[in-house]
Protein backbone atom coordinates (compact mmCIF):
# COMPACT_ATOMS: atom_id res chain seq x y z
CA UNK A 1 0.00 0.00 0.00
CA UNK A 2 3.22 2.15 0.70
CA UNK A 3 3.53 1.95 -2.98
CA UNK A 4 0.52 4.09 -3.94
CA UNK A 5 0.39 6.88 -1.48
CA UNK A 6 2.97 8.90 -3.13
CA UNK A 7 4.35 10.65 0.19
CA UNK A 8 8.06 10.70 0.50
CA UNK A 9 7.63 11.31 4.53
CA UNK A 10 7.75 7.80 6.10
CA UNK A 11 6.22 8.97 9.34
CA UNK A 12 3.25 10.32 7.21
CA UNK A 13 2.86 7.06 5.22
CA UNK A 14 2.06 5.36 8.47
CA UNK A 15 -0.22 7.50 9.99
CA UNK A 16 -2.38 7.62 7.21
CA UNK A 17 -2.07 3.85 6.49
CA UNK A 18 -3.08 3.45 10.63
CA UNK A 19 -6.05 5.92 9.80
CA UNK A 20 -7.33 3.47 7.10
CA UNK A 21 -6.87 0.75 8.70
CA UNK A 22 -9.39 2.24 11.52
CA UNK A 23 -11.78 3.41 9.07
CA UNK A 24 -12.02 -0.31 7.92
CA UNK A 25 -12.31 -1.66 11.43
CA UNK A 26 -14.97 0.46 12.38
CA UNK A 27 -17.15 -0.16 9.21
CA UNK A 28 -16.66 -3.77 10.02
CA UNK A 29 -18.16 -3.06 13.11
CA UNK A 30 -21.24 -1.60 11.92
CA UNK A 31 -24.59 -3.05 12.15
CA UNK A 32 -25.38 -3.25 8.45
CA UNK A 33 -21.99 -4.65 7.51
CA UNK A 34 -22.59 -8.32 9.53
CA UNK A 35 -21.58 -9.76 5.73
CA UNK A 36 -18.51 -8.47 6.25
CA UNK A 37 -17.74 -9.84 9.90
CA UNK A 38 -19.27 -13.20 8.79
CA UNK A 39 -16.73 -13.24 5.85
CA UNK A 40 -13.83 -12.60 8.24
CA UNK A 41 -14.70 -15.22 10.79
CA UNK A 42 -13.07 -18.39 11.49
CA UNK A 43 -15.08 -21.62 11.07
CA UNK A 44 -14.40 -24.13 13.89
CA UNK A 45 -12.96 -28.09 13.04
CA UNK A 46 -15.89 -30.45 13.01
CA UNK A 47 -18.56 -28.25 12.65
CA UNK A 48 -21.43 -28.32 10.14
CA UNK A 49 -24.50 -26.12 9.23
CA UNK A 50 -27.61 -27.91 8.09
CA UNK A 51 -29.48 -25.80 5.15
CA UNK A 52 -32.92 -26.78 4.74
CA UNK A 53 -36.44 -25.80 4.14
CA UNK A 54 -38.37 -25.84 7.24
CA UNK A 55 -41.15 -28.50 5.86
CA UNK A 56 -38.43 -31.01 6.44
CA UNK A 57 -37.74 -30.23 10.04
CA UNK A 58 -37.94 -33.82 11.47
CA UNK A 59 -36.09 -35.03 8.96
CA UNK A 60 -33.31 -32.19 9.58
CA UNK A 61 -33.51 -33.03 12.82
CA UNK A 62 -32.67 -36.78 12.65
CA UNK A 63 -30.12 -36.14 10.30
CA UNK A 64 -28.74 -33.53 12.72
CA UNK A 65 -28.94 -36.04 15.51
CA UNK A 66 -27.18 -38.84 13.97
CA UNK A 67 -24.79 -36.65 12.60
CA UNK A 68 -24.14 -35.52 16.14
CA UNK A 69 -23.54 -39.29 17.26
CA UNK A 70 -20.79 -39.93 15.41
CA UNK A 71 -19.45 -36.52 17.02
CA UNK A 72 -19.64 -33.81 14.34
CA UNK A 73 -21.27 -30.52 15.97
CA UNK A 74 -24.23 -29.48 13.64
CA UNK A 75 -25.89 -26.02 13.48
CA UNK A 76 -29.37 -24.76 12.03
CA UNK A 77 -31.02 -21.68 11.98
CA UNK A 78 -33.16 -21.13 15.18
CA UNK A 79 -36.91 -19.50 13.91
CA UNK A 80 -38.55 -17.92 10.53
CA UNK A 81 -39.72 -14.63 12.60
CA UNK A 82 -38.15 -11.98 10.44
CA UNK A 83 -37.59 -10.96 6.88
CA UNK A 84 -34.92 -12.96 4.33
CA UNK A 85 -32.53 -10.29 5.09
CA UNK A 86 -32.83 -10.34 8.52
CA UNK A 87 -32.77 -13.67 8.44
CA UNK A 88 -29.37 -14.08 7.18
CA UNK A 89 -28.05 -11.53 9.16
CA UNK A 90 -28.97 -13.79 12.11
CA UNK A 91 -27.67 -16.92 10.80
CA UNK A 92 -24.47 -15.68 9.37
CA UNK A 93 -22.27 -16.00 12.30
CA UNK A 94 -23.61 -19.88 12.32
CA UNK A 95 -23.01 -20.25 8.60
CA UNK A 96 -19.53 -18.93 9.13
CA UNK A 97 -18.16 -20.99 12.31
CA UNK A 98 -19.19 -24.21 10.30
CA UNK A 99 -16.32 -25.61 8.10
CA UNK A 100 -18.60 -27.56 6.09
CA UNK A 101 -22.16 -26.95 4.80
CA UNK A 102 -25.03 -29.91 3.93
CA UNK A 103 -27.94 -29.10 1.61
CA UNK A 104 -30.74 -31.38 2.73
CA UNK A 105 -32.84 -32.07 -0.68
CA UNK A 106 -35.74 -32.63 -0.83
CA UNK A 107 -38.87 -31.50 -2.93
CA UNK A 108 -39.56 -28.46 -0.68
CA UNK A 109 -35.89 -27.46 -0.47
CA UNK A 110 -35.02 -28.09 -4.31
CA UNK A 111 -37.99 -24.50 -4.91
CA UNK A 112 -37.50 -22.95 -1.55
CA UNK A 113 -36.38 -19.57 -1.05
CA UNK A 114 -34.77 -20.40 2.79
CA UNK A 115 -32.27 -22.53 1.26
CA UNK A 116 -31.41 -20.76 -1.95
CA UNK A 117 -30.45 -17.83 0.22
CA UNK A 118 -28.65 -19.68 2.34
CA UNK A 119 -26.70 -21.40 -0.28
CA UNK A 120 -26.13 -18.25 -2.23
CA UNK A 121 -24.18 -17.24 1.49
CA UNK A 122 -22.17 -19.82 1.97
CA UNK A 123 -21.39 -20.19 -1.17
CA UNK A 124 -20.04 -16.35 -1.30
CA UNK A 125 -18.64 -17.33 2.25
CA UNK A 126 -16.08 -19.90 -0.02
CA UNK A 127 -17.55 -22.67 2.61
CA UNK A 128 -17.33 -26.14 1.29
CA UNK A 129 -20.77 -27.79 0.53
CA UNK A 130 -21.99 -31.50 0.13
CA UNK A 131 -25.95 -32.62 -0.63
CA UNK A 132 -27.58 -34.84 0.96
CA UNK A 133 -29.93 -36.14 -1.58
CA UNK A 134 -33.13 -37.46 -0.63
CA UNK A 135 -35.43 -36.50 -3.96
CA UNK A 136 -33.36 -36.13 -7.32
CA UNK A 137 -34.97 -32.34 -8.24
CA UNK A 138 -32.51 -31.32 -10.52
CA UNK A 139 -34.92 -30.62 -13.30
CA UNK A 140 -36.69 -28.06 -10.51
CA UNK A 141 -33.11 -25.80 -9.18
CA UNK A 142 -33.08 -22.71 -10.75
CA UNK A 143 -30.10 -21.92 -12.78
CA UNK A 144 -28.04 -20.55 -10.07
CA UNK A 145 -28.45 -23.47 -7.98
CA UNK A 146 -27.29 -25.73 -10.29
CA UNK A 147 -24.47 -23.88 -11.39
CA UNK A 148 -23.27 -23.70 -7.52
CA UNK A 149 -24.03 -27.15 -6.42
CA UNK A 150 -24.05 -29.20 -9.99
CA UNK A 151 -20.38 -30.08 -9.55
CA UNK A 152 -20.15 -29.94 -5.66
CA UNK A 153 -20.25 -33.71 -3.64
CA UNK A 154 -23.48 -35.37 -2.94
CA UNK A 155 -24.58 -38.48 -1.59
CA UNK A 156 -27.87 -39.96 -2.51
CA UNK A 157 -30.03 -40.95 0.18
CA UNK A 158 -32.56 -42.70 -2.15
CA UNK A 159 -30.56 -45.07 -3.78
CA UNK A 160 -29.50 -47.02 -0.37
CA UNK A 161 -30.26 -47.47 3.03
CA UNK A 162 -30.04 -44.67 5.49
CA UNK A 163 -27.15 -45.39 7.47
CA UNK A 164 -24.98 -46.86 4.70
CA UNK A 165 -25.38 -43.03 3.36
CA UNK A 166 -25.15 -41.65 6.35
CA UNK A 167 -21.83 -43.29 6.72
CA UNK A 168 -20.42 -42.40 3.42
CA UNK A 169 -21.76 -38.87 4.26
CA UNK A 170 -19.84 -38.61 7.71
CA UNK A 171 -16.82 -39.70 5.91
CA UNK A 172 -16.95 -36.78 3.47
CA UNK A 173 -17.90 -33.94 5.81
CA UNK A 174 -14.51 -35.74 8.53
CA UNK A 175 -12.28 -38.38 7.02
CA UNK A 176 -10.91 -40.77 9.02
CA UNK A 177 -6.96 -40.64 9.40
CA UNK A 178 -6.87 -43.97 9.83
CA UNK A 179 -8.65 -46.92 9.47
CA UNK A 180 -7.39 -49.87 11.14
CA UNK A 181 -6.29 -52.50 8.74
CA UNK A 182 -4.83 -51.67 5.09
CA UNK A 183 -7.28 -54.20 3.01
CA UNK A 184 -10.13 -52.79 5.11
CA UNK A 185 -8.89 -49.45 5.00
CA UNK A 186 -8.67 -49.39 0.90
CA UNK A 187 -11.82 -51.50 0.72
CA UNK A 188 -13.57 -48.73 2.94
CA UNK A 189 -12.02 -45.94 0.83
CA UNK A 190 -13.33 -47.26 -2.38
CA UNK A 191 -16.90 -47.49 -1.00
CA UNK A 192 -16.83 -44.01 0.29
CA UNK A 193 -15.44 -42.32 -3.26
CA UNK A 194 -18.06 -44.59 -5.11
CA UNK A 195 -20.55 -43.14 -2.72
CA UNK A 196 -19.68 -39.52 -3.36
CA UNK A 197 -20.04 -38.22 -6.82
CA UNK A 198 -20.97 -34.57 -8.18
CA UNK A 199 -24.55 -33.90 -7.60
CA UNK A 200 -25.44 -33.20 -11.36
CA UNK A 201 -23.85 -36.48 -12.15
CA UNK A 202 -26.51 -38.01 -9.45
CA UNK A 203 -29.02 -36.51 -10.51
CA UNK A 204 -28.58 -37.11 -14.43
CA UNK A 205 -27.53 -40.57 -13.90
CA UNK A 206 -30.44 -42.19 -11.31
CA UNK A 207 -34.42 -42.06 -11.70
CA UNK A 208 -36.28 -39.95 -9.01
CA UNK A 209 -37.01 -43.33 -6.79
CA UNK A 210 -35.23 -46.58 -6.24
CA UNK A 211 -37.71 -49.56 -4.55
CA UNK A 212 -36.57 -52.29 -3.22
CA UNK A 213 -36.36 -55.59 -4.36
CA UNK A 214 -37.19 -54.16 -7.84
CA UNK A 215 -39.71 -55.37 -9.40
CA UNK A 216 -39.87 -58.13 -12.01
CA UNK A 217 -42.23 -60.40 -13.37
CA UNK A 218 -40.42 -63.26 -12.05
CA UNK A 219 -40.62 -62.61 -8.54
CA UNK A 220 -43.89 -61.00 -6.99
CA UNK A 221 -43.95 -59.86 -3.31
CA UNK A 222 -45.75 -62.05 -0.81
CA UNK A 223 -45.81 -59.58 1.45
CA UNK A 224 -46.35 -55.64 1.48
CA UNK A 225 -44.01 -53.31 4.08
CA UNK A 226 -45.64 -49.95 5.28
CA UNK A 227 -42.63 -48.47 7.64
CA UNK A 228 -41.54 -44.87 8.53
CA UNK A 229 -38.02 -44.62 6.48
CA UNK A 230 -36.35 -43.82 10.06
CA UNK A 231 -36.95 -47.38 11.17
CA UNK A 232 -35.48 -48.83 7.98
CA UNK A 233 -32.63 -50.69 9.23
CA UNK A 234 -35.23 -52.35 11.65
CA UNK A 235 -37.79 -53.13 8.62
CA UNK A 236 -34.16 -54.47 6.70
CA UNK A 237 -33.89 -57.06 9.42
CA UNK A 238 -37.57 -57.95 9.23
CA UNK A 239 -37.29 -58.14 5.45
CA UNK A 240 -34.30 -60.32 4.96
CA UNK A 241 -35.99 -62.68 7.70
CA UNK A 242 -38.91 -62.97 5.76
CA UNK A 243 -37.38 -63.46 2.66
CA UNK A 244 -35.10 -66.18 4.12
CA UNK A 245 -37.93 -67.81 5.20
CA UNK A 246 -39.05 -67.49 1.46
CA UNK A 247 -41.65 -64.52 2.12
CA UNK A 248 -40.31 -62.31 -1.04
CA UNK A 249 -41.13 -58.11 0.21
CA UNK A 250 -41.92 -55.09 -1.19
CA UNK A 251 -41.13 -52.13 0.18
CA UNK A 252 -40.82 -48.38 -0.80
CA UNK A 253 -37.23 -46.90 -0.43
CA UNK A 254 -37.84 -42.97 -0.85
CA UNK A 255 -38.22 -40.42 1.32
CA UNK A 256 -41.63 -40.74 3.10
CA UNK A 257 -43.84 -40.96 6.13
CA UNK A 258 -43.35 -36.87 6.89
CA UNK A 259 -46.58 -35.51 8.21
CA UNK A 260 -48.82 -33.15 6.71
CA UNK A 261 -46.32 -33.83 3.57
CA UNK A 262 -46.95 -36.64 0.59
CA UNK A 263 -43.87 -37.20 -1.30
CA UNK A 264 -46.24 -39.49 -3.21
CA UNK A 265 -46.76 -37.40 -5.97
CA UNK A 266 -47.36 -38.65 -9.86
CA UNK A 267 -43.33 -38.74 -9.93
CA UNK A 268 -42.23 -40.58 -13.02
CA UNK A 269 -39.01 -42.61 -11.52
CA UNK A 270 -39.04 -46.02 -13.10
CA UNK A 271 -38.35 -47.32 -16.53
CA UNK A 272 -41.77 -47.66 -17.11
CA UNK A 273 -42.53 -44.16 -15.71
CA UNK A 274 -45.24 -45.51 -13.44
CA UNK A 275 -46.09 -43.22 -10.47
CA UNK A 276 -44.66 -44.26 -6.87
CA UNK A 277 -48.44 -44.17 -5.98
CA UNK A 278 -49.34 -46.52 -9.08
CA UNK A 279 -46.11 -48.82 -8.15
CA UNK A 280 -47.64 -48.95 -4.07
CA UNK A 281 -51.24 -50.19 -5.11
CA UNK A 282 -49.92 -52.85 -7.79
CA UNK A 283 -47.31 -54.06 -5.16
CA UNK A 284 -49.84 -54.18 -1.99
CA UNK A 285 -52.57 -55.84 -4.65
CA UNK A 286 -50.31 -58.40 -5.17
CA UNK A 287 -49.08 -59.34 -1.46
CA UNK A 288 -50.71 -61.56 0.88
CA UNK A 289 -50.36 -58.91 3.69
CA UNK A 290 -49.34 -56.26 4.96
CA UNK A 291 -46.38 -55.70 7.53
CA UNK A 292 -47.09 -52.18 9.65
CA UNK A 293 -44.47 -50.84 10.82
CA UNK A 294 -45.65 -48.59 14.00
CA UNK A 295 -43.42 -45.77 15.50
CA UNK A 296 -45.62 -42.42 17.22
CA UNK A 297 -44.53 -40.35 13.78
CA UNK A 298 -45.44 -42.87 10.93
CA UNK A 299 -49.32 -43.14 12.51
CA UNK A 300 -49.42 -39.10 12.67
CA UNK A 301 -48.37 -39.08 8.83
CA UNK A 302 -50.35 -39.08 5.76
CA UNK A 303 -48.77 -42.14 4.61
CA UNK A 304 -49.63 -44.46 7.13
CA UNK A 305 -53.63 -43.55 6.41
CA UNK A 306 -53.11 -43.98 2.79
CA UNK A 307 -51.10 -47.38 3.29
CA UNK A 308 -54.56 -48.47 5.73
CA UNK A 309 -56.96 -47.03 3.92
CA UNK A 310 -55.82 -48.92 0.69
CA UNK A 311 -55.09 -51.99 2.56
CA UNK A 312 -58.77 -51.69 3.92
CA UNK A 313 -60.23 -51.13 0.25
CA UNK A 314 -58.29 -54.22 -1.04
CA UNK A 315 -59.07 -56.13 2.02
CA UNK A 316 -55.51 -57.20 2.91
CA UNK A 317 -54.83 -58.27 6.07
CA UNK A 318 -52.75 -56.27 8.34
CA UNK A 319 -49.36 -57.35 10.69
CA UNK A 320 -49.41 -54.27 12.90
CA UNK A 321 -45.41 -53.95 14.90
CA UNK A 322 -44.89 -51.71 16.77
CA UNK A 323 -41.64 -49.98 17.47
CA UNK A 324 -42.74 -47.89 19.99
CA UNK A 325 -45.47 -48.38 22.77
CA UNK A 326 -48.70 -47.04 21.28
CA UNK A 327 -52.31 -47.48 22.33
CA UNK A 328 -53.68 -49.59 19.76
CA UNK A 329 -56.01 -48.81 17.42
CA UNK A 330 -54.31 -45.45 17.70
CA UNK A 331 -55.42 -42.16 18.24
CA UNK A 332 -57.17 -39.59 15.65
CA UNK A 333 -57.84 -42.58 13.34
CA UNK A 334 -61.74 -42.72 12.39
CA UNK A 335 -64.26 -45.13 13.59
CA UNK A 336 -64.54 -47.05 10.49
CA UNK A 337 -60.69 -47.09 9.96
CA UNK A 338 -60.31 -48.29 13.99
CA UNK A 339 -62.95 -50.95 13.40
CA UNK A 340 -60.83 -52.54 10.74
CA UNK A 341 -57.35 -52.35 12.85
CA UNK A 342 -59.03 -53.75 15.94
CA UNK A 343 -59.28 -56.77 13.92
CA UNK A 344 -55.43 -57.63 14.00
CA UNK A 345 -53.54 -57.43 17.14
CA UNK A 346 -50.32 -55.75 17.66
CA UNK A 347 -46.94 -58.11 17.50
CA UNK A 348 -44.49 -55.90 20.31
CA UNK A 349 -40.72 -55.01 19.16
CA UNK A 350 -40.36 -52.07 21.27
CA UNK A 351 -37.64 -53.20 22.08
CA UNK A 352 -33.76 -55.36 21.12
CA UNK A 353 -35.28 -58.23 23.55
CA UNK A 354 -38.82 -57.84 21.94
CA UNK A 355 -37.13 -57.54 18.30
CA UNK A 356 -35.39 -61.24 18.57
CA UNK A 357 -37.99 -62.94 20.83
CA UNK A 358 -40.86 -61.71 18.59
CA UNK A 359 -39.67 -61.78 15.17
CA UNK A 360 -40.74 -65.43 14.34
CA UNK A 361 -44.52 -64.48 15.56
CA UNK A 362 -44.25 -62.24 11.96
CA UNK A 363 -43.58 -64.71 10.38
CA UNK A 364 -46.33 -67.46 12.04
CA UNK A 365 -49.39 -64.70 11.30
CA UNK A 366 -48.06 -63.92 7.56
CA UNK A 367 -47.83 -68.07 6.73
CA UNK A 368 -51.70 -68.03 8.32
CA UNK A 369 -52.27 -65.19 5.32
CA UNK A 370 -49.91 -67.12 2.51
Known sequence: MFLYLGIDNRAVRWKILRKVLAVVENERHLPENWHIRAQTARFHSDTVYLIYDPVDIHLAHLLRNELQKKGLQVLT?????QSMKEFLRITAP?????????????????????VYHQVLFSEWLGRPIATAMFRNMWKRFRPSLRVILGDKPAVAFERQLFENALDILTHQLRPRPRVTGIIFEQAYLNWVAEGVKPLKVLATSSPASILWPFDSD?????????????????VQKIRNYLEANGLPCWADLSVRGQSQMSTRSSFAFDLATETLQG?????????????????????????????????ETLQKPLVPVL????????????????????????????????????????????????
Open 77 to 81: FDNLD
Open 94 to 114: KIATAKKIVVLLTEEAAVSPF
Open 323 to 370: FQLLRWPPKGTSIKMRRFLFNFPVIDLSNDRLFHQNLDLILKRLNQYA
Open 279 to 311: QIQRNMKVAHAVVSCLTLRYIQSDNYIKDVQLA
Open 218 to 234: EVQPKVFISYQWDVQSK
